[in-house]
């Protein structure tokens, strides 16, 4: 079992950043697919990065490539995502999900842990 704590969510303006965290305690000795989805409203939940922990290979949404960054301390069991350049489209519930795996796992319905989430709001 693993727990996935979020934090890092807030309000910003267009062009702004943030740094969402992960924090995940429990079986985090094992391998992972670990990465960020978000719901935006009226939307499905998408996927937005996927890092692989065993050999830090990296998945990135099209919308997010080039402005977000994921990134993972291994010493202190966290993810990150940079955010930069934020924009009013990125608002949404953001998620940290985890799954057992042996390579990058990038859709939601293949995650087998979640956080409850962040918000995220860009204002225009």
């Known amino acids: 079992q693993v727990q996935l704590v979020e934090s890092g969510g807030g309000s910003v303006q267009a062009g702004g950043s943030l740094r969402l965290s992960c924090v995940a305690s429990?079986?985090?000795?094992?391998?992972?697919?670990m990465g960020w989805f978000r719901e935006i409203p009226g939307k499905e939940r998408e996927t937005v990065a996927i890092v692989y922990t065993g050999d830090e290979s990296t998945f990135y949404a099209d919308s997010a490539r080039g402005r977000f960054t994921i990134s993972q301390d291994n010493t202190k069991n966290t993810l990150y995502l940079q955010m930069n350049s934020l924009r009013p489209e990125d608002t949404g519930m953001y998620y940290c999900?985890?799954?057992?795996?042996?390579?990058?796992?990038?859709?939601?319905?293949?995650?087998?842990?979640w956080g409850k989430g962040t918000l995220v709001t860009i204002s225009a």
């Open positions: 999900a985890a799954a057992l795996a042996t390579g990058l796992v990038t859709k939601s319905k293949d995650m087998d842990y």
């Open positions: 429990g079986d985090t000795a094992f391998t992972y697919s």
